[in-house]
């Protein structure tokens, strides 16, 4: 059985960090390309960062770049976001999602994932 469990969230004062991660199990990170999303109240999800089944590339929005990293620990089945810099606009639930691919691209849009975590809050305040 397929399942993906989101942790790490929190509240963080801007200019703060978190680090998420989302743990992999009944499947191989080898398989699959990982992607986090976001979603705000009243705001549809986006895609923040993926990474490859290759883990040769990642991808990242363009809000967030210079600012995330998407990371992954083959051995704990693991994917990571170490998010840096964090501003009230990041406030959101964090999703993971999983798809099967053997391709060195990984997609930003929802539409290809369907394996999904159950989300972890994160709430940029002072």
């Known amino acids: 059985q397929v399942q993906l469990v989101e942790s790490g969230g929190g509240l963080v004062q801007p200019g703060g960090s978190l680090r998420l991660s989302c743990a992999a199990s009944?499947?191989?990170?080898?398989?699959?390309?990982i992607g986090w999303f976001r979603q705000a109240p009243g705001k549809e999800r986006e895609g923040v960062s993926c990474?490859?089944?290759?883990?040769?590339?990642?991808n990242y929005a363009d809000s967030v770049k210079g600012r995330f990293t998407i990371s992954r620990d083959i051995a704990k089945n693991t994917v990571y976001l170490q998010m840096n810099s964090l501003h009230p606009g990041d406030t959101a639930v964090y999703y993971c999602a999983a798809y099967r691919t053997q391709g060195f691209h990984c997609s930003g849009s929802p539409t290809p994932y369907n394996y999904w975590g159950q989300g972890t809050q994160v709430t940029v305040s002072s």
């Open positions: 009944g499947f191989t990170l080898d398989d699959y390309a």
């Open positions: 990474i490859t089944s290759s883990d040769r590339s990642a």
